[in-house]
């Protein structure tokens, strides 16, 4: 079993919609979560970082963990086809360390 | 500031031979990481470098290797390649007098097909 389990999709949903994506973890250690998106051909992106439980919004983006249930979603208000990319939940245990684990990515199509 | 930046962006190797890849992190930034990306496998960390010292280490073979030069660059060697060894390597840094690891930024990668 994956240390950290994420649904690989497709998904896809029409433009405006609002996107629940989604990541869960077996490891209680992690204390730092991470969401990166990734578009086709480039590197991860870093969208945004929550230490321990807790919200987070930027913009159309929120994220949160629910650390007593390992379980970590980020969601997109009024979604936008340039929205449409690989999205990748990542997770670490201590701040000081460059080690991340990453889900395997859920791969999001916004039709216009 | 400038990005991450690896060289070379795509690399065809030969099974057997070996190959070197380079990072160079934002300026300032004194960790850098590395990770292997496969379709099967996903990201999965190679090592980390703070400071010209090997911080972290994941579970590869010891063919994967690295280094980190004096101004933060960083390099890694992969030597006796194998079918297996094609992917994108993708170098990230972090900033933060310790290295935050939860703050890193990904260079575009190096996509290496093995032949």
């Known amino acids: 079993q994956k240390e950290v389990e994420q649904d690989p999709g497709p998904l896809s949903v029409p433009e405006g919609a609002i996107v629940s994506l989604n990541c869960t973890y077996s490891?209680?250690?992690?204390?730092?979560f991470m969401w990166y998106r990734q578009y086709s051909r480039k590197g991860p992106e870093l969208l945004m970082y929550?230490?321990?439980?807790g919200n987070k919004e930027d913009g159309r983006f929120t994220a949160q963990v629910d650390k007593s249930s390992k379980y970590i979603s980020l969601f997109i208000r009024d979604s936008q086809p340039s929205d449409s990319a690989t999205y990748l939940c990542?997770?670490?245990?201590?701040?000081?360390?460059?080690?991340?684990?990453f889900g395997q990515g859920t791969t999001l199509q916004v039709k216009p | 500031k400038a990005g991450v930046t690896q060289t070379p962006r795509y690399l065809i190797k030969t099974r057997g031979q070996q190959v070197t890849l380079s990072c160079s992190p934002i300026?300032?930034?004194?960790?850098v990481s590395w990770y292997q990306q496969t379709p099967g496998q996903g990201l999965q960390f190679l090592f980390e470098?703070?400071?010209?010292?090997?911080?972290n280490k994941g579970n590869f073979p010891g063919r994967f290797s690295g280094r980190q030069f004096s101004n933060s660059r960083s390099e890694m060697n992969v030597s006796t390649l194998e079918l297996g060894d094609s992917a994108l390597y993708l170098c990230?840094?972090?900033?933060?007098?310790?290295?935050?690891?939860?703050?890193?930024?990904f260079g575009p990668g190096t996509r290496l097909t093995v032949t």
């Open positions: 990230a840094s972090s900033p933060g007098s310790q290295g935050a690891g939860y703050e890193q930024y």
């Open positions: 990542a997770m670490t245990g201590s701040s000081n360390t460059g080690k991340l684990i």
């Open positions: 300026s300032g930034h004194r960790s």
């Open positions: 490891n209680s250690a992690f204390q730092y």
């Open positions: 470098y703070f400071s010209e010292t090997q911080r």
């Open positions: 929550t230490y321990s439980s």
